[in-house]
């Protein structure tokens, strides 16, 4: 079976969500469908003219330690063996959510240009 590794979601982390994704509905004229993050936070997902999700707004305090910016999603097989290679190979590890009962792994790390990704962990077939 090939190994997943395809980008499956993009977000932009800001401290003001609600303004950005705002300035996105207006602007491209997606519509915007609130997400609740827990301890009062709030993200949006922006949804296209064909009712898919076409990318996040995510709140600053959802994202520990991070600068703000666009965050590339990407699903991966294997997400351990590929976390335990970005500081091998010149990354820097943001934060990691080891998956748990309802959620999959995630790690949020820097590239070596400071660019910001996030793996996923595969989701299981089921």
């Known amino acids: 079976m090939p190994e997943k ?5 993009v977000d932009m982390v800001v401290p ?8 996105y509905s207006a602007v491209i004229g997606y519509t915007l469908e609130p997400c609740d993050d827990g301890d ?5 997902s922006l949804i296209d ?5 076409a990318f996040g707004i995510c709140d600053q305090l959802s994202f520990p330690n991070w600068t703000g910016g666009w965050v590339l ?10 976390v335990s290679r ?8 943001v934060n990691y959510w080891p998956s748990q009962e309802g959620r999959r792994g995630e790690c949020l790390f820097r590239d070596p240009t400071g ?4 793996l996923q ?3 299981k077939p089921g």
Do not use: C
């Open 5 to 9: 590794q395809q980008i499956n979601w």
């Open 16 to 23: 003001n969500p609600k303004s950005l994704a705002d300035f």
């Open 40 to 44: 009062g936070k709030t993200s949006y």
């Open 49 to 53: 003219g064909n009712s898919k999700e």
């Open 73 to 82: 999603y990407i699903e991966v097989d294997n997400l351990d063996d590929r």
């Open 86 to 93: 970005i500081k091998e190979h010149g990354g820097d590890i």
């Open 115 to 118: 660019a910001g990704v996030m």
């Open 121 to 123: 962990e595969a989701r």
